[in-house]
């Protein structure tokens, strides 16, 4: 079974341009996660997903992040524009829908990195 | 609100030697607890998790982790180390009954000496 596909696995780019990342989840899976890792740091949720809607985005930096899940698999990530702060790698993972909430495991995918010159 | 803090950002361990990699959490109420490894320039990998029930829970690779209640740990362990396990080891939580938004500690990275 396929994992957690994401890309591209890299990109640089300079500051006050946009980017995109993309992420296509395990098949099956309906609740879909964007993470931010800084380096040193652990993952730190974005936004959530279960099927199309965004249930949970309070993390997301509204201002100039963006996300969509429009037939509720794949997913892309815009950030528009960014800036030097924004380095980071980028993680989707994904999960089944939830059933009592909390336990079900997440799949992670290799990340895509970041570097904002 | 929930944290989790790993306590040694580095373990260094010999070949063949026990190692354990500490994890302390917060949450209110009942907590789901979860291991994740993290090799260079891949995702995360998930080795195991606690969810109810026994105390000690098996992973993947022979790793192990005991949830303590009045200790809030749930520490990792593995009866004898491989090389091959040298990476970045996080613990995360989520919170029973509901989102199932996991948190993160700042990760330990274990090193196994030949």
């Known amino acids: 079974e396929a994992g957690v596909v994401q890309s591209p696995r890299y990109k640089i780019i300079e500051k006050k341009q946009p980017v995109a990342f993309w992420c296509n989840p395990i098949?099956?899976?309906?609740?879909l996660y964007w993470y931010r890792q800084n380096l040193g740091q652990g993952p730190e949720l974005l936004i959530r997903?279960?099927?199309?809607?965004?249930?949970?985005d309070s993390q997301l930096p509204k201002d100039r992040f963006s996300a969509e899940r429009l037939k509720g698999v794949d997913s892309t990530l815009k950030i528009q524009p960014a800036e030097l702060g924004d380095s980071a790698v980028y993680l989707c993972?994904?999960?089944?829908?939830?059933?009592?909430?909390?336990?079900?495991?997440?799949?992670f995918g290799p990340g895509t990195r970041l570097l904002v010159l | 609100a929930q944290s989790v803090a790993q306590p040694e950002d580095q373990v260094n361990v010999a070949e063949g030697n026990p190692l354990t990699v500490k994890c302390t959490y917060s949450?209110?109420?009942?907590?789901?607890l979860f291991w994740y490894v993290q090799y260079p320039n891949r995702g995360l990998q998930f080795l195991l998790k606690?969810?109810?029930?026994?105390?000690l829970v098996k992973g993947s690779y022979g790793f192990e982790a005991e949830f303590n209640k009045s200790q809030t740990s749930f520490h990792l362990k593995k009866p004898s180390a491989l090389v091959s396990d040298s990476a970045l080891y996080f613990c995360?939580?989520?919170?029973?009954?509901?989102?199932?938004?996991?948190?993160f500690g700042t990760g330990t990275r274990l090193t196994v000496i030949p």
């Open positions: 993972a994904s999960s089944p829908l939830l059933r009592t909430g909390g336990e079900e495991t997440q799949y």
């Open positions: 098949s099956g899976h309906n609740t």
């Open positions: 997903y279960e099927n199309e809607e965004a249930v949970d």
């Open positions: 949450v209110s109420g009942n907590p789901y």
């Open positions: 606690y969810i109810t029930g026994d105390n």
């Open positions: 995360a939580v989520s919170r029973r009954a509901g989102a199932n938004n996991l948190f």
